[in-house]
């Protein structure tokens, strides 16, 4: 692959968005109102708030990004544009790095905003630092990304890639530990949870939220999440065929 | 082989798609600086032959080379220029968002835009947004990003179904004045009139070839005038042989 190709698709997908401001809005918006209506719903008990808030500043941000980007190729796919950039010289990574670049941005935007609004008027308390935080943020969403456009690959239709949130996302977010703590789970529930990519990025949350330094288990759980994005997007590059039937 | 007069050679091409068989084994060859017509009704495995030479159709056997290579060699993917039959552009982007984009998946020069909106006459449209174009002119921004760059082959899915004549009779000029520079077209149509402005034919029906001739060699076998009606008398020699 060389940089070139990837980078035009990033500036191409970053234009798509520009003229589609409704996406662009909701993606932005909709993970702050969430965590506002949680603080609201939290009302009085702070310490609640403390302890769920910074998990669903993870999986909020994680989930919109992976709704929006379990269409993207499919999008692609349905306009033809796909069978043509395949016959031009643009490798498959060059196109899923183009993609997740451009909605990696959108993704830390998303964060950014999500968190400075969670520390500030929410006043979420964590012991750790707002950076720590951010960053946790920024990678849960770059997961949602990446998963996204990993299942992208595989929907053949709009109604099957929506169909991938109940069945890719609920069950990560059932399992994380947010619900119930992981080791009062069955076994078997507890061995399928360390699988999971999203059970590290709520651990990390977690973390950040229990702890004012930075551990050791704190960066094993983003070394686990960075590499489920690495290894999701190289599966998503591998998984577009150039020859179809 | 590398300069092997033939820029697309099919041979044996056999295709099943969906447990269908489309193309039953075809042979085929195109020269090089050419227009070879690619006509037949709809359905009869035009864009599926196409889609062989562009190398994104899944083949059970056979061989397909194109400019000496086999098709969908990575060395091909700048040099050959593919227009799908449904217009396969960005409908969100303007027409020269659109093209910029294409030029610089290819590599080519930012100043081919212009070249290529002058080419396929939508000038006035480059700051259009596309999905807002009609079906024409969608068809030709899709046509415009297959001229950008320097393709020595193009492969065209029925580029003018639903244009004017007069924006026709241009393309046809254009596709003829590119042939003159050395470029080889590959064009399908399932419009019979359109015949007359290739130098080569191939009529293809139910996956077959029925003729591979020049429109006056076309005339001269079938003693009819115009190609559909060629068309009708090659159906029905082959029917009373059958």
Same mark, same amino acid.
């Given at each position: 692959?060389?940089?070139? &190709? *990837?980078?035009?698709? !990033?500036?191409?997908?970053?234009? %798509? ?70 016959? #031009?010289?643009?490798?498959?990574? @060059? ?15 998303? *964060?950014?905003?999500? !968190? *400075? ?22 990678? @849960? ?21 929506? %169909? ?26 507890? *061995? ?12 990390? #949350? ?6 004012? @330094? ?32 | #082989? ?7 050679? =099919? ?9 269908? !068989? ?30 062989? =030479? ?37 409908? $969100? ?33 480059? !700051? ?14 899709? /046509? ?19 244009? $004017? ?26 419009? #019979? ?18 003729? @591979?001739?020049? &429109?006056?060699? /076309? ?24």
């Amino acid at each position: 692959m060389s940089t070139r &190709p *990837a980078l035009a698709t !990033t500036a191409r997908v970053l234009a %798509q968005l520009r003229r589609d401001p409704r996406t662009l809005a909701l993606l932005l918006l909709v993970p702050c109102v969430l965590l506002s209506l949680l603080a609201w719903i939290y009302d009085g008990q702070p310490q609640l708030f403390d302890r769920v808030g910074a998990s669903l500043l993870g999986i909020f941000p994680f989930v919109s990004m992976f709704l929006v980007t379990s269409v993207a190729t499919l999008r692609e796919r349905t306009s033809g544009t796909l069978e043509r950039l395949l016959t #031009m010289p643009l490798s498959k990574l @060059d196109l899923i790095l183009g993609y997740a670049l451009a909605f990696g941005l959108v993704a830390v935007v998303q *964060a950014v905003l999500a !968190t *400075a609004l969670a520390l500030g008027p929410l006043g979420l308390d964590v012991l750790g630092p707002w950076w720590a935080l951010l960053i946790v943020a920024v990678l @849960d969403a770059l997961l949602g990304v990446a998963l996204g456009l990993l299942v992208s690959a595989f929907a053949a239709s709009e109604f099957q890639a929506v %169909q991938f949130l109940p069945a890719v996302v609920l069950p990560q977010v059932l399992l994380c530990g947010l619900l119930a703590p992981r080791e009062s789970m069955a076994a078997a529930l507890e *061995a399928l949870s360390d699988v999971l990519p999203l059970t590290y990025a709520v651990d990390a #949350m977690q973390r950040v939220t229990a702890s004012g @330094d930075v551990t050791g288990g704190l960066v094993r759980d983003l070394a686990v999440v960075a590499a489920c994005v690495v290894a999701a997007l190289g599966l998503g590059a591998a998984t577009l065929r150039r020859r179809t039937s | #082989m590398v300069n092997s007069a033939n820029a697309v050679e =099919v041979r044996d091409l056999v295709v099943r798609r969906g447990g269908r !068989t489309v193309l039953p084994g075809v042979s085929c060859r195109v020269a090089r600086g050419s227009v070879t017509g690619l006509l037949g009704p709809s359905g009869c495995g035009k864009s599926t032959l196409l889609r062989a =030479v562009v190398g994104v159709q899944v083949v059970a056997s056979g061989q397909v080379e194109v400019l000496g290579l086999p098709a969908g060699a990575k060395a091909l993917r700048s040099r050959v220029g593919y227009v799908t039959q449904a217009p396969s552009v960005y409908g $969100d982007l303007t027409v020269r968002e659109d093209l910029r984009y294409f030029a610089a998946v290819l590599g080519a020069p930012a100043r081919d835009v212009d070249r290529v909106l002058r080419e396929v006459g939508l000038q006035d449209h480059a !700051t259009s947004v596309v999905a807002r174009l009609s079906g024409g002119e969608r068809a030709r921004v899709s /046509l415009a990003t297959a001229l950008l760059g320097t393709p020595e082959l193009l492969v065209l899915d029925e580029p003018t179904v639903g244009l $004017d004549p007069v924006l026709r009779r241009d393309l046809w000029s254009l596709f003829a004045e590119l042939a003159g520079r050395g470029v080889t077209l590959i064009v399908s149509s399932h419009v #019979m009139d359109e015949a007359e402005r290739c130098e080569r034919l191939l009529l293809m029906r139910e996956g077959r070839f029925l003729a @591979d001739a020049s &429109p006056s060699e /076309l005339r001269e076998r079938t003693g009819e005038h115009d190609v559909e009606a060629a068309f009708l008398a090659l159906v029905d020699r082959e029917e009373a042989f059958a």
